[in-house]
């Protein structure tokens, strides 16, 4: 029977969840993702353990951190003085808001701390630095040519 390889494209249901068994995406209850195998549009050890699997195979598979999100990187949580913050952003821990970095480009910031002359925020991906499971059904894949 033929098993998925890079440059396939394949048709995924998954159920991601963090080390303490909570789930953070599924797309139960929705139809399965559909991507090419190599095109980066999945974290590289999940797209890693799709590779070999036959259509309808399920399995589950531990994705250590550095082939999911990455460490994270303490270079990523910064503070700003509170009055260089937005009059119209509510400061609250836990907040995620958008920012704008020096070439222009936009980046989603956790708010992680907030004093009265300063705010933390934390461009770290919320998943870094944690290994993650995901139950993997591959629903089927066409063989690339």
């Known amino acids: 029977m033929p098993k998925a390889k890079y440059g396939d ?10 080390s303490d068994g909570s789930v953070f995406a599924s797309t ?3 139809p399965p993702i559909e991507v090419r195998l190599g095109d980066a549009n999945l974290i590289p050890g999940l797209e890693a353990s799709v590779v070999g699997m036959e259509n309808g195979e399920t399995k589950t598979v531990i994705i250590p951190l550095e082939q999911a999100y990455g460490p994270r990187k303490p270079e990523l949580v910064f503070h ?3 009055s260089d913050m937005p009059d119209d952003i509510v400061l609250t821990v836990g907040k995620k808001v958008t920012g704008q970095r020096r070439d222009g480009s936009l980046v989603q910031l956790l708010i992680a701390s ?3 002359g300063s705010v933390t ?3 770290n991906h919320p998943l ?3 290994a993650l ?3 993997i059904h591959l629903v089927e894949f066409g063989e690339s040519s």
Do not use: F, M, P
């Open 80 to 82: 700003v003085r509170r």
């Open 128 to 130: 870094a630095g944690q």
């Open 133 to 135: 499971s995901y139950d």
């Open 28 to 30: 139960k209850g929705n």
């Open 121 to 123: 925020l934390d461009a």
């Open 114 to 116: 907030v004093s009265e």
């Open 9 to 18: 494209t394949i048709k995924l249901h998954y159920t991601g969840c963090r």
